[in-house]
């Protein structure tokens, strides 16, 4: 993979589009198999694994535990040999950059452990507020505290990295937990849950974000074995039971989240795009998003192992609620500037305390490009625009941000990305597979 520059202005494509992609395996998949893996009674081989920072932060902190973690880039595969919920060290200092999945799941995942183990990140990382999971896991009887004498620890009251986990197993019980926050917050105690002393209620004391991806943390868990008893979105149980995959093979789906730029992409071009080794039968929510574009006037094609959105006429605004797809409102908001009406999206204030406050840098880099956008609590409201003015895209070191801002160059000549580098969180070659859509 080629060193990106500093900056890199994106050129525009002046013909429709008719074009196959395949994108990096699923983050999402990959660390939760990559924990449940080291959870388990066996040795478990991920294929299509994602290799990116978030990935490497989150094999490097089991390595540093003591777990056998093999890495293979080059064919897309690691090995980790699972230790039946014991954690070998009984003292690390872990750094996990903003890895905001690893900080959540490492965090439930070291109370199984037996010793002292501090979790630390990049100072974004320091701003995101990980005090609903310390507070649940305290409810379980963990000790876990913020290190008042480091940057972060606290911010604005909320308990933020870094943690001191003083660790002595998992006891088990009950307890209460927000789903407004982030749903990883969640998927982190189901997935800790098999290997606590007795059985674990989890009662949720809000709503629940993001739905899809705590679906997603059941559908693996059943995959290694172990099942819940649920009551909905409400509440949720889990029985000590131990991780088991039947196979020694696991296969990881490619990036539904990274499959939303090249969904897209038509989208604002024009033609087709099919992006492969991704289905409407995946366990990932983000797939949701081609119906967003199918309400804006998209053709979409299903196959077994594969979507194709096609554009062929105008494309129309749309008002959504994106609470369970929050990943994927940057992508909209990259294409809803070449609608017809105004776009509405609605439900995402949680993507406030994401790499970056996603709804504030969004509507701060649309008005950059000389697009009108009405910033609210939840979301924003984008309004179409005949022309653009050219500009340098900020992304905050937000991956996110550079992917989404880049499509909106693929139409318009004038759209610089700073710190494109920033992709490689999760899409590391992105900017190859972007340019192959010019072919």
Do not use: W
Request: proline share 5%.
């Amino acid at each position: 993979m080629p060193t990106l520059p500093p900056s890199l202005r994106i050129n525009p494509i002046s013909h429709t589009l008719n074009a196959t992609v395949r994108v990096p395996g699923s983050k999402s998949l990959t660390n939760r198999a990559l924990l449940i893996a080291s959870l388990a009674n066996c040795t478990t081989h991920l294929t299509n694994a994602l290799f990116s920072d978030d990935s490497r932060y989150f094999a490097k902190a089991l390595q540093t535990l003591g777990f056998d973690v093999q890495m293979d880039e080059v064919n897309h595969s690691m090995t980790v040999t699972g230790l039946g919920g014991k954690i070998p060290a009984k003292k690390a200092e872990l750094f996990i950059g903003n890895a905001g999945t690893a900080a959540r799941f490492l965090s439930a995942f070291l109370t199984l452990g037996d010793g002292e183990y501090i979790l630390d990140g990049e100072p974004r990382m320091r701003e995101r507020p990980i005090g609903d999971l310390v507070e649940a896991l305290a409810q379980l009887g963990c000790d876990i505290k913020a290190m008042q004498n480091a940057e972060g620890g606290m911010q604005n009251g909320q308990i933020c990295p870094p943690i001191k986990i003083n660790a002595s197993g998992l006891k088990g019980g009950k307890t209460k937990i927000a789903g407004d926050i982030s749903s990883q917050f969640l998927s982190a105690l189901l997935m800790t849950a098999p290997y606590a002393q007795s059985p674990i209620e989890v009662e949720l004391t809000t709503d629940l974000n993001s739905k899809p991806y705590v679906d997603m943390t059941i559908s693996i868990m059943k995959d290694f074995g172990v099942e819940i008893e649920r009551s909905g979105y409400q509440s949720f149980k889990v029985s000590p039971s131990n991780y088991q995959l039947p196979i020694t093979s696991y296969p990881i789906e490619s990036d539904a989240s990274a499959a939303s730029y090249f969904f897209a992409a038509p989208a604002i071009c024009g033609g087709t795009v099919k992006v492969e080794n991704i289905s409407r039968k995946s366990v990932q929510g983000d797939v949701a998003f081609v119906d967003v574009l199918k309400q804006m006037g998209c053709t979409v094609d299903e196959n077994d192992n594969s979507i194709l959105v096609t554009r062929n006429s105008s494309l129309h605004g749309v008002d959504v609620d994106m609470r369970d797809i929050p990943d994927t409102a940057q992508t909209l908001a990259a294409v809803a500037p070449f609608a017809s009406s105004p776009t509405r999206i609605r439900g995402i204030a949680s993507a406030r305390v994401k790499e970056t406050d996603r709804v504030h840098a969004t509507c701060v880099e649309l008005d950059r490009l000389g697009v009108r956008v009405e910033e609210h609590e939840d979301g924003m409201t984008i309004h179409p625009v005949e022309k653009m003015r050219s500009a340098s895209i900020q992304t905050y070191n937000d991956h996110r941000m550079a992917m989404a801002f880049s499509l909106i160059g693929l139409r318009f000549d004038g759209v610089t990305i700073e710190n494109p580098a920033c992709v490689s969180k999760t899409f590391p070659n992105f900017f190859e597979v972007l340019a192959q859509l010019s072919k």
